[in-house]
């Protein structure tokens, strides 16, 4: 961790913490600032820094204004990985409900914090905020990512694959929580006795470093015969949990469906019964234009035989 790194981490935490509007500017007078004080490396790291997207910007706001929530949600996440690796059906289906209503919630809350900043969030960016919600309970890494608040544009999460984090920060992961670490003081002047002590120290090390990777190399050689069938097994495990947790999910929406069945059949009998009524006025209607027609054949008879 250089000091750089470390500088770069705490100037991008202060600037992915604004509103939108005022994120260029800003970004545009550190990097100045950075320059003026002989940093020209700094500078240009500063400067290249992008400016977020409006999703990315709200979930940024809510890891700072929603700790709390943000950490129900990564709890959740979690409880619902550990309900995979066990699985526990009932337990995933029930989180499964839970986690629609939290990232819900969570999102509008985001949206009420982005509104009282003058940010007026569109239905579009309201589900890939809630998508990105969504990434962070299902994978830990991206939960490590929208909790760094550095956050660039929404995440997705597919239940099959990795969450893609490409492109998806301002700073690299390794790099994300160094705002506020401290440096170990270092000695400029070591004695000749520590320094001896230091060569010795470091010689030590070397031969633990290569007992240990001698020994990896036992390892994988005695474990090589078992690990096909432990890759097929681990590979099992992990399709047998997306099945669970997609069933959980048709579960929900079946669910669903069957609410707006029962929703859709009384109105379907008003339809019919509004149609029939429509039917019986229309036909009335074209009576009474037929009997007007008779009517008015009528009179113009008439009239022609009064004027013979």
Do not use: C
């Amino acid at each position: 961790m250089t000091t750089a790194e470390r500088a770069l981490a705490g100037i991008a935490h202060d600037l992915y913490g604004l509103p939108p509007g005022e994120f260029t500017a800003a970004r545009n007078a550190r990097a100045a600032r950075a320059k003026a004080e002989g940093d020209p490396g700094l500078a240009s790291a500063v400067k290249a820094l992008r400016k977020p997207a409006v999703a990315g910007w709200v979930v940024n706001l809510m890891v700072r204004q929603l700790p709390e929530r943000i950490g129900d949600l990564v709890a959740l996440g979690e409880e619902m990985r550990a309900a995979q690796e066990d699985m526990d059906a009932a337990t995933l289906r029930m989180l499964t409900s839970q986690r629609r209503a939290l990232t819900t919630r969570v999102a509008r809350e985001g949206a009420e914090l982005a509104a009282e900043l003058g940010q007026r969030l569109t239905p579009a960016v309201v589900e890939q905020v809630q998508a990105t919600l969504h990434a962070a309970m299902t994978d830990e890494v991206a939960a490590t990512a929208v909790r760094s608040g550095v956050l660039l544009g929404p995440l997705a999460a597919t239940g099959l694959d990795e969450v893609d984090l490409t492109d998806a920060l301002a700073l690299p992961l390794e790099l994300v929580g160094l705002e506020g670490a401290t440096e170990r003081p270092r000695d400029d002047g070591p004695t000749d006795l520590s320094a001896r002590r230091a060569s010795n120290k470091a010689k030590a090390a070397k031969e633990v470093t290569e007992a240990k990777a001698e020994l990896a190399v036992a390892e994988a050689a005695a474990a090589k015969t078992g690990r096909s069938a432990r890759a097929r097994k681990d590979k099992v495990r992990t399709l047998q949990a997306q099945v669970l947790q997609l069933r959980a999910e048709l579960d929900e929406l079946l669910r669903q469906v069957s609410a707006l069945e029962e929703r859709l059949e009384p109105l379907t009998a008003d339809l019919e019964a509004a149609q029939d009524a429509y039917a019986e006025a229309e036909a009335m209607d074209l009576a009474a234009a037929a009997a007007v027609e008779k009517a008015a054949k009528r009179l113009a008879k008439a009239q022609a035989a009064a004027r013979r």
